[in-house]
């Protein structure tokens, strides 16, 4: 199945072919909008040539924030995030010798060891870890033993919860409406 996360084809190509750009459209996945965020590492190999995590982990700090600032910019928040980009590129250069499949192939790890491994990520909190847990067992095939249960309701078949269930305009609409409900039913009445 091919992604459709952006509604850009070429972007949604990146996002396909590229994992480590799965990895980041992910991370910039907060206070933006869905689409925005999976389309920031277009951005960066359209200003980079290419997305190699050795290479954006050794970038001189302030020349990658001004990469990322740059109109349009990766996120609404470039300098923040610039700092979270490099800190995902080194643990995956670091931890994972740049191979970010690693994370959920090294070792034939279950749902909760992936899980684990997502979580000790920067930026990577509980609720994106699981969310990306649901999006590569829902649309990549990644799918560990428990890969459901360690993605929690984001991993629920035909669920509408998160960008893991994202196939298309239809559904991006669908997502956002469950989102919408959800903040709606939080507030205090």
Do not use: N
């Amino acid at each position: 199945m091919t992604l459709w996360l952006t509604g850009d084809p070429d972007a949604d190509r990146l996002l396909d072919e590229d994992p480590f750009a799965l990895l980041v459209g992910m991370l910039l996945d907060q206070q933006y909008p869905m689409e925005a965020a999976f389309s920031g590492p277009a951005k960066l190999v359209d200003r980079m040539g290419g997305l190699d995590p050795a290479a954006i982990a050794h970038a001189d700090p302030e020349e990658f924030v001004a990469l990322c600032s740059t109109p349009p910019a990766v996120h609404r928040y470039p300098g923040s995030m610039a700092a979270r980009i490099q800190a995902v590129a080194r643990a995956v250069v670091d931890d994972y010798d740049g191979d970010v499949t690693r994370i959920w192939t090294d070792g034939d790890p279950d749902g909760a060891t992936v899980l684990k491994r997502l979580k000790a990520l920067p930026g990577f909190g509980d609720q994106k870890a699981r969310i990306f847990v649901a999006l590569l067992g829902k649309q990549r095939g990644v799918q560990p033993t428990g890969w459901r249960a360690a993605a929690g309701a984001y991993g629920e078949e035909g669920s509408r919860r998160s960008i893991a269930d994202v196939t298309d305009a239809t559904s991006l609409a669908e997502v956002r409406a469950t989102k919408k409900a959800a903040k709606a039913a939080a507030r205090p009445s």
